[in-house]
Nanobody, 117 residues
Framework: QVTLVESGGGLVQSGGSLRLSCSAP????????MGWYRQTPGNQRELVAT???????NYGDSVRDRFAISSDYDKRTLYLDMNNLKPDDTAVYYC???????????WGQGTPVTVSS
């Protein structure tokens, strides 16, 4: 069974920083596009950042220049470094793995992030 496990969420003050981690021991990063998404109640799930097998990163407009996505192939772990956090960043953050070729995508259970004003 393929599982993605997020960690690192919590409560942080506005302007602070957090690092989120996604453990993906059954995912080969060479054949999956990895990503972080977030969602608040009643809203659509929003793209935060993606990372291709070649290391190309893309960011949502609201987090560009503040967040950074990265991975450690040896540890099979995806990271999201979040800086200068704002109250609007409050959401549940989900790890995502999307195969480059045929196959199903996978979601983690999410880790909540709350940014206080």
């Amino acid at each position: 069974q393929v599982t993605l496990v997020e960690s690192g969420g919590g409560l942080v003050q506005s302007g602070g920083s957090l690092r989120l981690s996604c453990s993906a021991p059954q995912i080969s990063f060479s054949v999956y596009n990895m990503g972080w998404y977030r969602q608040t109640p009643g809203n659509q799930r929003e793209l935060v950042a993606t990372l291709t097998p070649r290391g190309s990163a893309n960011y949502g407009d609201s987090v560009r220049d503040r967040f950074a996505i990265s991975s450690d192939y040896d540890k099979r772990t995806l990271y999201l470094d979040m800086n200068n956090l704002k109250p609007d960043d409050t959401a549940v953050y989900y790890c995502h793995a999307d195969p480059v070729g045929p196959g199903r995508a996978f979601w983690g259970q999410g880790t909540p992030v709350t940014v206080s004003s």
